[in-house]
């Protein structure tokens, strides 16, 4: 079986894994090629965009591709939405695996928005000291709200200095401990945490440290992925790859 992982999170990183156990399986693990210094797979791997649906589809049909895997980034739209469109074109199921959000506990301050421009204008009118975790594609919309300081924490510098009068930026990959976290939001004197609500373990030391501290947390919702059956957990996607092994009876049977 031929198989395509969409990748850039844990998540596909794990899956690459466990398939390169499998020798029944050819895997292909694709990077968008965002992330300077990427964890390289033990699998095969492709780094750069496909060139749109159009691309993709034309890359499932050349290598012959039997199954998809969209295990991009719980924030990845473009890629999921071209994912969607290309299986469908071409008729490769498309599975989905991700994590689940992380859902605010009773006590906690949590305010939920669709997206960066309504979390920017969430933080309010007076200046506060915002804590800022949302990568850097999504960074120009926080010059609606200039009069804040921010600590950004990222991966990678942005390409552009961001257009805010107020900010650090704090270059730090996960996964991060919650003594760490604490430790920040006291140093900084941190009023508010800016989230993408991107689930998982690795980053969300954040969250239990925002908790401790009584501090609002502002968390924007993930999107919606269309796709033919979404797995939380690897080893749940690994059985059922196994029970459908044949080649081509995953095209006929997507929803079982
Ligand atoms: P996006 O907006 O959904 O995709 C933009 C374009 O990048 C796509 O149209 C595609 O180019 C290319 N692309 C994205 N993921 C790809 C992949 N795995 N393999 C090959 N091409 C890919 O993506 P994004 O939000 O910029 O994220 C880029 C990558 O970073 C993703 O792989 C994602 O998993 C990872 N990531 C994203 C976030 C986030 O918050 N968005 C956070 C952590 C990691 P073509 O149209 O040319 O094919």
């Known amino acids: 079986m031929r198989i395509l992982i969409l990748g850039g999170s844990v998540e596909a990183t794990r899956l690459a894994e ?13 990077l968008a090629g965002r992330t300077r210094n990427p964890v390289l797979p033990p699998v ?19 290598e012959a591709i039997d199954v998809v895997v969209n295990a991009t980034h719980p924030f990845a739209q473009q890629i999921s939405a071209n994912a969607r469109a ?22 906690d301050r949590w305010l939920e928005c669709e997206d960066a421009r309504t979390a920017a204008l969430a933080i309010g009118e007076r200046p506060r000291r915002v804590f800022l975790t949302i990568g850097r594609l999504q960074l120009p919309a926080f010059a ?8 950004i924490r990222m991966i990678d510098l942005p390409d552009r ?12 990959r996960g996964p991060f401990t919650l ?3 604490l430790q920040l939001i006291d140093h900084r004197h941190i009023e508010v945490l800016v989230t993408k609500n991107s689930g998982g373990a690795a ?20 999107p919606a992925k269309e796709t033919d059956r979404c797995f939380y957990d690897v080893s ?11 080649p081509g009876k995953l095209r006929h049977e997507p929803h079982n």
Do not use: M, N
Request: with cysteine.
């Open 236 to 246: 749940e996607l690994l059985c059922y790859l196994k029970r459908r092994a044949e």
């Open 86 to 107: 290309s299986c469908e074109h071409t008729g490769v199921p498309l599975l989905t695996l991700t994590r689940p959000p992380w859902t605010a506990q009773p006590g």
């Open 179 to 181: 003594a760490g976290e």
């Open 18 to 30: 466990s398939l390169a156990r499998e020798p029944s399986y050819i895997t292909v693990l694709s």
């Open 161 to 172: 200095a961001p257009d805010l009068p107020h900010h650090e930026i704090l270059l730090a």
């Open 44 to 62: 095969a791997y492709r780094i750069g965009g496909f060139g749109g649906v159009a691309g993709l589809s034309a890359y499932l049909e050349r």
């Open 144 to 151: 609606l709200a200039p009069q804040h300081e921010y600590l």
């Open 203 to 222: 980053t969300s030391a954040k969250l239990e440290a925002a908790r401790q501290r009584g501090i609002q947390v502002i968390a924007i919702r993930q």
